[in-house]
């Protein structure tokens, strides 16, 4: 676990890029690039309208991006769609009691936040850490130590009553729709519906009659077991037994 002045101070950096991270990718070519962050509200479905029942129940996560990584916050929205602009009262989850289920999460892409040395984030030196600090990496013997070795990783702080922050420091497209659906399966757990794990199948019942019949075609007798024998029955036994059907 990591300590939450810890992560309160990687939440101050994250917040605060590099100026190359935050330039607009199209204005990078003009005498004076524009910079900027980029953001999208996101309201996946939690839980669907059941008629007569419920209305649909959807969470909300504001996805913040330095404006270099535009491209990661396209590709969320072509996979979750757009909520619109937030501050706008039409589209405040707040005012929508029928629809929003009361939890909210929010995604920070910070890739600057890798090679942060474990002493400046405040972790403790080794002869002062507890032994789950040591297991979790969260102590240092050395002051050029970085965090998590200097490498990408995520760092999420959640709340009992339904929110979450979380900052990823990779540019991987596919690490931002995984976070997407982590907060997903945490707000579902929150709000007391069932996770969906069959890829959104609807299935109903059906009956195969079976594509080819011959005249010498046998099946068993319905709830037969191989105990012992089974008489089988003919394709003229069948004939016979549906009649005019």
Same mark, same amino acid.
């Given at each position: 676990?990591? *300590?939450? %002045?810890?992560?309160?101070?990687?939440?101050?950096?994250?917040?605060? *890029? *590099?100026?190359?991270?935050?330039?607009v990718p199209y204005t990078i070519n003009e005498a004076t690039p524009r910079h900027a962050w980029v953001s999208v509200m996101l309201r996946p479905l939690?839980?669907?309208?059941v008629p007569s029942y419920c209305t649909e129940k959807?969470?909300?996560?504001r996805v913040l991006a330095p404006a270099s990584m535009v491209a990661n916050v396209d590709f969320l929205e072509s996979v979750f769609g +757009?909520? @619109?602009?937030?501050?706008?009262?039409? +589209?405040?989850?707040?005012l929508d009691v029928e629809h929003w289920n009361g939890t909210t999460g929010c995604i920070i892409l910070a890739p %600057?936040? &890798?090679?942060? @040395? #474990? #002493?400046?984030?405040?972790? *403790? %030196?080794?002869?002062?850490?507890?032994?789950?600090q040591r297991r979790d990496g969260m102590a240092w013997?050395?002051?050029?130590? &970085?965090? +998590? +070795? @200097?490498?990408?990783?995520?760092?999420?702080t959640r709340t009992a009553r339904g929110c979450f922050v979380t900052m990823i420091t990779d540019n991987y497209f596919g690490y931002c729709k995984k976070e997407v659906k982590t907060q997903l399966s945490f707000s579902c757990n929150i709000f007391g519906t069932?996770?969906?794990?069959?890829?959104?199948t609807?299935?109903?019942?059906?009956?195969?009659? @079976?594509?080819?019949?011959?005249?010498?075609?046998?099946?068993?007798?319905?709830?037969h077991h191989y105990g012992e024998p089974v008489e089988p029955y003919s394709f003229q036994d069948a004939m016979s037994l549906l009649g005019d059907e």
């Amino acid at each position: 676990a990591v *300590p939450l %002045h810890v992560f309160s101070k990687m939440l101050d950096i994250g917040l605060n *890029p *590099p100026t190359q991270a935050l330039e607009v990718p199209y204005t990078i070519n003009e005498a004076t690039p524009r910079h900027a962050w980029v953001s999208v509200m996101l309201r996946p479905l939690v839980c669907p309208e059941v008629p007569s029942y419920c209305t649909e129940k959807r969470f909300e996560v504001r996805v913040l991006a330095p404006a270099s990584m535009v491209a990661n916050v396209d590709f969320l929205e072509s996979v979750f769609g +757009n909520a @619109g602009e937030a501050s706008l009262p039409e +589209n405040d989850a707040a005012l929508d009691v029928e629809h929003w289920n009361g939890t909210t999460g929010c995604i920070i892409l910070a890739p %600057h936040l &890798q090679g942060l @040395g #474990k #002493k400046e984030l405040g972790l *403790p %030196h080794w002869d002062d850490a507890t032994e789950r600090q040591r297991r979790d990496g969260m102590a240092w013997k050395e002051e050029s130590e &970085q965090y +998590n +070795n @200097g490498g990408p990783f995520k760092i999420s702080t959640r709340t009992a009553r339904g929110c979450f922050v979380t900052m990823i420091t990779d540019n991987y497209f596919g690490y931002c729709k995984k976070e997407v659906k982590t907060q997903l399966s945490f707000s579902c757990n929150i709000f007391g519906t069932e996770e969906e794990h069959a890829g959104g199948t609807l299935a109903w019942a059906s009956r195969s009659w @079976g594509g080819q019949f011959v005249q010498d075609y046998r099946v068993l007798r319905p709830n037969h077991h191989y105990g012992e024998p089974v008489e089988p029955y003919s394709f003229q036994d069948a004939m016979s037994l549906l009649g005019d059907e």
